[in-house]
């Protein structure tokens, strides 16, 4: 790939990023004696089988380049949250709805543990931390299809009453959200809950339903499928269609476990009081995804 126009490419994508509304909030857990550190999802399509290495990727953090001082394979289990539409007129059965939250359960590895909650003008707890394919199908029984969606207050409550109480000490954390990225209602801002989720590297895939809205104009807000495609692609996630429920669970969770990467490095030329963008790049057979940025450190 040529370098001068990965340049251009980068230059484009800061002058985007900063035209943008940028919420203000804490970097807390990005940062420690390593300097910044980012889970990083790297996979080599080019079937040599050789470690992905320092050498094989070009970060860059609002156009300039970065030296990457760690990039080291994460063996660690992953705690996966796993949070369902709740609400009235989504547009699928209940029972189809425990089907593909339930494929989680049968293709996680030794040691991860799935916590499940479902959501309309709340968050509820259907099951806690469990590693247990009886206790999650018995525990689905509450589901159902009642009131309005709240997402982003669900996404909020989800940070600060399961994830965050398992940081820093735990680093491989995502949220697998069943939904057509439908909010209505909620008091948490989409700005909000995105730079809250990047902040503290936590990864969102989402299980993709129909818009019921049928792509209608939402006010401060993307529209629901800009939502789901926004907090995937902007945490380091990923977007699968729901009726490839058993397709995603196994490849999020193969995903997890195989090829998640902890990539640390020392900011250079840039200010913890504005959005660092972020770019990341994988020489040629190489995939990678990350998030695109970290929010301001202002509390």
Same mark, same amino acid.
């Given at each position: ?27 807390? #857990?990005?940062?420690?004696?390593? #300097?910044? =550190? ?21 970060? /860059? ?18 705690? =996966? ?6 609400? +009235? $007129?989504? +547009? $699928? ?32 707890? =259907? ?14 029984? *509450? ?29 491989? *954390? ?10 209505? #209602? ?18 969102? /895939? ?8 049928? #792509?209608?104009?939402?006010?401060? +807000? ?50 913890? /009081? ?15 995804? $990350?998030? *695109? ?7």
């Amino acid at each position: 790939m040529n370098r001068h126009f990965v340049f251009l490419v980068i230059c484009i994508f800061v002058l985007a990023a900063q035209a943008a509304p940028q919420s203000r909030r804490s970097i807390r #857990g990005v940062l420690n004696s390593e #300097g910044t =550190i980012i889970s990083v999802t790297a996979t080599r399509d080019d079937k040599r089988g050789e470690p992905i290495k320092i050498d094989n990727l070009f970060l /860059y953090e609002n156009g300039i380049e970065q030296k990457i001082k760690n990039f080291n394979f994460d063996p660690s289990p992953s705690k =996966i949250v796993i949070l369902v539409d709740n609400s +009235q $007129t989504l +547009q $699928t059965a209940v029972e189809t709805m425990k089907q593909a939250a339930m494929e989680f359960a049968y293709e996680i590895f030794e040691g991860d543990q799935i916590f499940t909650l479902a959501y309309d003008e709340k968050a509820e707890i =259907i099951q806690e931390w469990t590693d247990d394919a009886k206790k999650m199908e018995a525990s689905f029984a *509450t589901f159902r299809k009642k009131g309005n969606p709240y997402l982003f207050d669900a996404l909020e409550a989800t940070m600060k009453e399961i994830l965050l109480p398992l940081m820093p000490g735990t680093r491989k *954390t995502a949220v697998v959200l069943i939904s057509d990225g439908l909010d209505r #209602g909620s008091k948490t801002t989409f700005d909000k809950i995105l730079s809250d989720l990047q902040s503290y590297n936590v990864t969102v /895939y989402a299980l993709q339903l129909p818009d019921r809205t049928g #792509g209608a104009f939402r006010r401060d +807000q993307p529209k629901a499928k800009a939502v789901i495609e926004r907090l995937a692609e902007e945490t380091g996630g990923r977007v699968f269609p729901f009726e490839e429920a058993q397709t995603a669970a196994k490849t999020i969770c193969d995903e997890l476990r195989r090829s998640r990467y902890l990539l640390a490095y020392q900011p250079t030329n840039t200010s913890s /009081y504005d959005a660092r963008r972020i770019f990341l790049l994988g020489s040629e057979g190489i995939t990678v995804r $990350t998030k *695109t940025a970290h929010p301001p450190n202002v509390k």
